[in-house]
């Protein structure tokens, strides 16, 4: 049934190599996209005895120090930004994480935790030598325990090996992002990263009942726990979730599981107006209540560059402003008529809209495979755009009403420089802007800075939805934190690591 058109590792290397300052594989007399740290902190530099320590910590299989096996722990993956570590260490257990710390804490060592190294405010890698120490050989799934729907695991897990043991045993894990073959979940605490689905199942932050996090001085702090209430003082987890490692290592997950949905429902509509899609998404929730699991848009030129650049063919007869993809979901014992049920209620539902100009047209997904379809349409833009020239990529979050008048606004401040495309999570008043350029300039990126974080403090939003702070954007981190709220995030730094050695230069 169809609205609209038819379808569809050598040791002796450490002697040899030097510490050198951080650098931009860009030119370095340019700012590109951010103020580096000038100079590098009072730490210790990585000896030969350091190297021998973590040898006999984690094993020749967990100490890294060829140059060039240590290429991807150095660079961002976007591949704009690399570090010098000389050392990347690979603990296998919380035992061997603890020990590491403790050996950098005596020597005064700064460390970067790293999980699968794909963030975009360059979070995660090294500004100077900084040993990286990566969780990915910390990637045992403890157990899934059905009669409290928890899952725990290791922080190395990859996103997508905990969904997919979740989904054997009728749960999922309330997460859902595009990386998510090779982001750890250590690391999307760490930044408390949102995803798809927040409208549905909240921020990962909701969804995390307990951590076990290594703290600067190896202390194993066991903040795990697997019910849902528990009113005994400080919520100490809650300060490690979106720390972005700068106050401790999580070592270990305990994740809130919903139920694998027995059915869902998935359609991309088109609208004449971004307020028309505002209306359609509270109409959304109204009808469709706690089923309803995404709400997703984007505008023309978002939906463009993906038709460009890829071999889709556009699942509607002419262009229209704005599209959103929806999706509900459903659970109940018969897949079969739960299907059927939804299908009838969503299509009654669009041709509501239909009737009363809410929206333009519409398709929906007859299978999986159509759906996939749609979705792909949502989740290629950042790839496509990438593949249409250089990409600088913003992540906020605005009052809903407010979230196009962003792009609008930067579209006005960069016209006849890049082309700015608008795409996001709606449901959740997260849009993500990514501005095209033929080659990264100091005069494109001081037109965007600060001009869209002021915008987006002006409205009273955050300068980062999901993908975090990192050194990327610290200078303009007083624009969401106010007031004392930056002094006591620095105390807590102080308290929780106070030699600066957990990711420095980053956050705060």
Known sequence: ??????????????????????????????????????????????????????????????????????????????????????????????????????????????????????????????????????????????????????????????????????????????LDLGAKGSCTIGGNAATNAGGLHVVKYGSFRSNILGLEVVTADGTILDLTSTVKKDNTGYDLKQLFIGSEGTLGVISKLNIACWPKPSTKSVVMLACSTFEKVLDTLNQSKINFGSSLSAFEFLDVRARQLVLDHTAERDFFDQSHPFYAVVEVESNGNNAEEDNRRLYDEHTNFLSLLLDSDTIADAVVANNEAEARKIWSARERVAECAAKAG???????????????????????????????????????????????????????????????????????????????????????????????????????????????????????
């Open 390 to 508: 250089k990409v600088y990529k913003y992540d906020v979050s605005v009052p809903t009403r407010h979230m196009y008048n962003l792009v609008v606004d930067v579209r006005k401040k960069l016209e006849g420089h890049a082309s700015v495309v608008g795409y996001g999570h709606v449901g959740d008043s997260n849009v993500h802007l990514n501005v095209i350029v033929p080659s990264f300039s100091d005069e494109v990126l001081n037109l965007l800075e600060p001009f869209i974080y002021d915008r987006v403090a002006q409205h009273g939003g955050s300068i980062s939805a999901e993908h975090g702070i990192g050194a990327w954007k610290k200078e303009y981190l007083h624009l969401s934190k106010r007031g004392m709220a930056l002094e006591y995030m620095r105390k807590m730094k102080a308290a929780f690591d106070p030699e600066c050695i957990l990711n420095p230069y980053k956050v705060i």
């Open 1 to 174: 049934f169809l609205f609209g058109s038819s379808w569809l590792d050598t040791r002796s290397m450490l002697a040899r190599r030097s510490v050198r300052p951080f650098f931009s594989l860009l030119p370095s007399s340019s700012r590109l996209f951010f103020h580096t740290p000038k100079e590098r902190g009072q730490y210790a530099t990585v000896q030969d005895r350091d190297a021998s320590a973590f040898d006999a910590i984690l094993g020749r299989h967990g100490v890294i120090c060829d140059e060039h096996d240590l290429k991807p722990y150095n660079e961002d993956w976007q591949g704009i930004h690399a570090g010098h570590a000389k050392l990347a260490l690979l603990p296998a257990s919380v035992e061997e994480l603890s020990a590491v710390m403790k050996h950098c804490s005596t020597r005064n060592i700064a460390v970067v935790p790293q999980g699968g190294n794909t963030g975009l405010v360059v979070g995660s890698i090294p500004m100077f030598d900084e040993v990286v120490i990566n969780t990915k050989r910390m990637n045992k799934i403890i157990e899934l325990d059905s009669a409290s729907a928890t899952l725990t695991a290791e922080a190395g897990v990859i996103l997508e090996t905990a969904e997919a043991y979740a989904n054997e045993k009728g749960m999922r894990v309330p």
